[in-house]
């Protein structure tokens, strides 16, 4: 014979409090008294009672949803491979996880899938959104923002728009960089951008410059690449046969840094006797690499947890104003430079 299963009449016998205020405990309204929030956890963990989440959907018109949208990444592949992708992913399920939301993953590659995010959304078949937008002139945010859709962003938008999001101080990167560079006595220095289409990879690009200028070095070579392993070879090779005395080398993500050392050291030269190289992210490439990068670290994790704090306060309080949460870079000097 089957057990029955728990029900808020059991819970609220336990707890000593009336149905409705564990339907309110249950249901996550905000003025129920600490004390009585606590009983009533306590009760439910006693009877193990589960909450009908289609219920509770009803009442809260919550679906206990929200789409992580990976927006103009380039396709499937890319997103799954680039330690970016991964660590933005991982941020954002670590936080969500501890307040019982789930995330769906949505690659947003064209304009046919975009049109089909919007839709979802719209339907109200996940809450809001977490969006992760690669290029500055990609009209996902508008459209999500025009169909009222609660939605944050990692990294500010191509134009303003009064939407949240979350973002890091990339031109104070490049200057760490530089700073780093010339301090260790390195003159005949080069670097290779992101895609200069990207709004990180400008201001990475431009504070590095910047700070280069005002220690008396009024131009850097500079080869852009793509964020890709490959893309950074391609630059390297083209840096090294442009300035074959080149003493250093700050290449704007780590990947690029870990193809920078293979191609410098496949010609003969030692890293950092030779050429310093400094990347920018901290993330796996930076420890795999050898010898170890020294790089920028961008905190992705703490970064996307934000994002989706924000997020779940949007949806606490709909209509709050937009919110911007600028993080800090922090140079993390290992065995290249």
């Given amino acids: ?8 009449e ?32 306590n009760a439910i963990e006693q009877t193990g009672y589960t909450p009908n989440r289609a219920a509770r959907s009803l009442v809260t018109r919550r679906t206990g949803t929200v789409a992580l949208v990976i927006s103009g990444a ?13 660590r933005v992913t991982a941020g954002v399920v670590d936080f969500l996880r501890g307040h019982s939301v789930h995330p769906v993953l949505m690659l947003a590659d064209s304009d046919p899938a975009r049109t089909e995010v919007v839709e979802f959304l719209r339907q109200g ?13 990609d009209p996902l945010p508008a459209r999500l923002l025009d169909a009222g859709v609660p939605s944050v962003l990692y990294a500010r938008p191509g134009r303003p728009m009064p939407v949240s999001y979350v973002d890091m101080d990339h031109r ?24 200069l289409d ?4 400008q201001d990475r690009h431009a504070g590095f410059r910047d700070a280069m200028a005002r220690h008396g070095f009024p131009y ?19 840096l090294l046969t442009e300035c074959p005395d080149l003493d250093a080398v700050f290449a704007a993500n780590d990947l690029m840094a870990q193809a920078a050392v293979d191609v410098l050291q496949a010609h003969g030269l030692r890293i950092p006797g030779d050429v310093a190289v400094i990347g920018f992210d901290d993330s796996a490439p930076a420890l795999a690499c050898r010898p170890q990068l020294t790089t920028i670290r961008q905190p992705v994790e703490r970064m996307a947890a934000e994002m989706a704090a924000l997020l779940l306060a949007d949806l606490e309080k709909p209509g709050r104003r937009p919110r911007s949460v600028i993080f800090e870079p922090e140079l993390v000097v290992r065995a290249s430079a």
Avoid: W
């Avoid at 104070?172 to 895609?195: E, F, K, Q, W």
């Fill in 74 to 86: 380039g396709g499937g592949s890319d997103v799954f491979t680039d330690p970016f992708f991964g």
């Fill in 10 to 41: 059991d819970v609220a016998r336990v707890a000593g409090v009336s149905r409705a205020t564990v339907s309110r405990v249950v249901n996550g309204t905000r003025n129920v008294d600490p004390g009585i929030q606590e009983t009533v956890r």
């Fill in 172 to 195: 104070a990167g490049g200057r760490m960089a530089a700073d780093h560079l010339v301090a260790a006595g390195r003159y005949n220095v080069t670097t290779i951008s992101g895609p």
């Fill in 1 to 8: 014979m089957s057990k029955v299963a728990p029900t808020l």
């Fill in 125 to 137: 078949s996940a809450d809001g959104a977490l969006l992760v937008s690669t290029h500055p002139a």
């Fill in 220 to 238: 850097v070579p500079s080869a852009e690449g793509g964020f890709t392993f490959e893309s950074g070879a391609t630059a390297m090779q083209r």
């Fill in 198 to 201: 990207v709004l990180a990879s």
